[in-house]
């Protein structure tokens, strides 16, 4: 946790220079793309990933590893071929057309790397990686900010920073198990697929909905209040959502392997679920009292005073942030058990709170009051998310 934090400080220390070299019309540009590629890297990985640590053979879980990494690959050119097309067909010109199936291909291969490490402990390979990818992302985009680039610099920027964390990842990987990696062969692929069905069956619908409903705030801004106000909620997001995101998957990364071993060796993780708890709550505290506290105040002194309006969004979204950081690692729970129908259905109960949320703000004409309503509806999921694990963690 303490690797990834610093290395999101240096990206979210540099926004206030990022703030003052591209416009909110082109971090909403960015937030529109990027929405893109992750539904794309979800259908592509068929959720495979969630699977690497659950089999006690590690050919078995290589093989997965493998598949994901030829299945991203597959998607890649296929985006690639689409672009082309709406390129030849409407002459469109988007920056969107070589940014998502080359970001597609990079963030299924390093999800798929990212996975496997997990799985063997391998917490500084993780670390550096996730280090190589920020400080490459922040580096690049501060270089093409400062040449004027715009929108193209922020696609751009976050492209080269994939680059430079898969480069770090795979390097180790390969390094660590190329014998194994080689000696996987297509039968080999399959019948991992075989074994782990409930991944496109169940956990793949789960993740599409869980990613869908993350993205709705995107699609949802930019149709119904236009550019700015998307640009706004993106800045929101890109300093306060994404390093707590990741921070809290690192944290995650180290409760899947210890929670599942003990799963494994009695049947429960009360243990391992306890302590996470504590921990990640109290974590999770201070930074939700500041924002709710003076959230608009912080963001207008730290970005500037146009900034301010995505100091109101985190202040609605405080309590919201406070549950992702703090439940979502926990609720791997679910999947150790087994408990896949239970994650679809929990999933299908966070789209419709984002959906409700989004048509009292269609409805109010108030993009404050429709990020209001989505965030407390879907912190109470949270919380029924955090029971369902609470039981599951520590039935006998």
Not at 105 to 112: P, Q
Not at 159 to 185: M, S
Request: proline share 5%; hydrophobic share 55%.
């Amino acid at each position: 946790m303490s690797g990834t934090a610093l290395a999101q400080a240096v990206p979210v220390l540099l926004s206030p220079v990022l703030t003052r070299l591209y416009s909110p019309e082109a971090y909403g540009a960015l937030a529109w793309s990027v929405s893109l590629v992750t539904v794309a890297v979800l259908l592509a990985g068929a959720a495979y990933d969630q699977a690497v640590s659950l089999p006690a053979d590690r050919a078995e879980a290589a093989a997965l590893v493998v598949g994901m990494v030829r299945l991203g690959a597959v998607a890649s050119v296929l985006l690639l071929a689409a672009g082309i097309g709406e390129f030849l067909l409407f002459n469109t010109r988007s920056h969107r057309l070589w940014f998502v199936p080359a970001a597609t291909g990079l963030t299924v291969i390093f999800n798929a790397c990212s996975a496997f490490a997990t799985r063997e402990a391998r917490f500084p390979t993780l670390v550096r990686a996730r280090v190589a990818l920020a400080l490459g992302t922040a580096a690049a985009t501060l270089g093409f900010g400062l040449g004027g680039a715009g929108e193209a610099g922020l696609l751009g920027g976050n492209l080269l920073g994939l680059v430079a964390g898969c480069a770090a990842i795979g390097t180790a990987t390969w390094r660590a198990d190329g014998p194994l990696l080689r000696a996987v062969g297509g039968p080999a692929i399959r019948a991992a697929w075989r074994t782990h069905r409930n991944c496109p069956l169940y956990l793949l619908p789960s993740s599409l909905l869980n990613t869908v409903t993350n993205q709705l705030p995107v699609w949802f801004l930019g149709r119904l209040f236009g550019a700015a106000p998307l640009g706004q909620y993106a800045l929101m997001n890109r300093v306060l959502g994404v390093p707590l995101g990741l921070v809290g998957s690192s944290v995650g990364d180290v409760f899947k392997s210890q929670a599942a071993a003990e799963f494994r060796a009695t049947g429960g993780c009360a243990r391992t679920f306890g302590r996470f708890a504590r921990g990640l709550g109290l974590a999770a505290l201070a930074p939700t009292l500041a924002l709710l506290v003076a959230g608009p105040d912080l963001f207008a002194f730290v970005f500037g005073e146009p900034w301010r309006t995505a100091g109101r969004y985190a202040q609605l979204l405080a309590v919201l942030f406070a549950f992702r950081f703090a439940v979502s690692p926990l609720s791997y729970v679910v999947i150790i058990a087994g408990r896949a129908r239970l994650d679809l259905i929990l999933q299908g109960l966070c789209l419709l709170a984002a959906v409700a949320g989004w048509a009292a703000g269609a409805v109010s004409g108030s993009a404050e009051t429709a990020l209001l309503v989505f965030g407390t509806l879907y912190s109470v999921v949270y919380l029924l998310y955090l029971g369902f694990s609470y039981r599951l963690a520590h039935r006998p």
